[in-house]
Nanobody, 115 residues
Framework: QVQLVESGGGLVQPGGSLRLSCAPS????????MGWYRQAPGKQRELVALIKNGGNTNYADSVKGRFTISRDNAKNTVYLQMNSLKPEDTAVFYC?????????WGQGTQVTVSS
């Protein structure tokens, strides 16, 4: 079992920035991949960004150039830096981890982009 503790969501104006954090209960080096997904009202959950153990990253086309996923090994934490936020980024963001062949989810954190 891996617990994922998320933080950093909130309300921000269009064009603003937020940083989400996700701290796993397992050593980050033992986790194959960690990522961020989001789910807007009435829509399916979608991948936003992913970082693998070796450091490779993947991004949804809609966030490329605006969002950056990173990992701080010393703090055992994965971050999602979100810049140039748009109203269409409004969603519940979920941290995700793949560990020993199983998928784990955080509780979700709300991100609202509105003026």
């Amino acid at each position: 079992q891996v617990q994922l503790v998320e933080s950093g969501g909130g309300l921000v104006q269009p064009g603003g920035s937020l940083r989400l954090s996700c701290a796993p209960s397992e050593n980050i080096f033992s986790i194959y991949a960690m990522g961020w997904y989001r789910q807007a009202p009435g829509k399916q959950r979608e991948l936003v960004a992913l970082i693998k153990n070796g450091g490779n990253t993947n991004y949804a086309d809609s966030v490329k150039g605006r969002f950056t996923i990173s990992r701080d090994n010393a703090k055992n934490t994965v971050y999602l830096q979100m810049n140039s936020l748009k109203p269409e980024d409004t969603a519940v963001f979920y941290c995700n981890a793949i560990f020993n062949g199983f998928v784990y989810w955080g509780q979700g954190t709300q991100v609202t982009v509105s003026s």
